[in-house]
């Protein structure tokens, strides 16, 4: 399956401007999370604002609405928001790349950190995507996002995960350590999470992927879930490799629709979460030195 984004045209005016930017082949750099894109560092902006590049990928995706239009995120990127999905864009508009932004030296996965941003700022001014300043203003300061890093246990205390396994992949089945994952294929650190996880043959996962990051990653858990085999096809998404889907894929759709609204309703803003058999929830990748005493304190 492959999935596909409809980025913009290049103008006639635009493509002058590339020209006479002259960068070299060798100045280009390859950034993959989620879709390929390609784009020199320090080229700069083609348009005179923020507000300018909002306007050209609203143009670029008339039927969604951009909230919000960010430009220094990361060297040569752009952070665009459509009410709580983030993506990117170099800053000329161009280029548009879904997925996860991860900090490696500091561990974070700066995506999930502003899907958690945008759904706190919802609880407090009761709208989708960046509030007006009036509204922040009406907010409580103490319940405004500090922007830092997320903590480095965070509990989301206990969920009852009632879903059936049909909505899962199973990992290593039958393992005596029984974990289950709310997932976003997507996502980097359930990604790192997994790696490790196929190194641990004890710990039976049940993954339940869901759709918080980005819109491909619907596709991504349905085609997960109509795979004759989950575990291989759940691998290859992460990975690389090939998927295959059986059939008619509409009850894989509707999995990936129920996992997302359970995921909502019990206040999962980010992934991976990890729940053990008692149901205690952590929000955040585990290293495999910490989660195994953790699940087994389930059983303490």
Known sequence: MKIKMNLPQVSEVHRKRLAKARVPLAGL??????????FPPKFGHAYASDRDLEARVQSAFPNTHIGSVKCGVAPGLCEVTAGKTVF????????AMVGALLDLKNRVDLTDRRVKELAALEKITGTIGDP??????????????SGGPPPSSPSLGVIKLDLPVANAIVHHP??????????????????RLFEELKTAPDIQVTEYPVQLLSPDSLDKAKLALCSHDREAASDSLYF???VKATGDCKTALEAVEANTAFARAHGVSGTPTIIRADGQAH?????????RPWLKGAHA
């Open 29 to 38: 750099v390859v950034v993959a999370a989620g879709s390929l894109a390609l």
């Open 88 to 95: 990117y864009t170099t800053p000329d508009g161009r280029y």
């Open 132 to 145: 007006s300043p009036a509204q922040l203003a009406e907010a409580q300061p103490s319940a405004e996002p």
């Open 174 to 191: 039958g393992a005596p350590l029984k974990v289950s994952v709310i997932s976003d294929l997507n996502c980097g650190f359930c990604k």
């Open 240 to 242: 690389g490799g090939e």
């Open 283 to 291: 929000a955040g990748w585990m290293s495999l030195e910490e989660l």
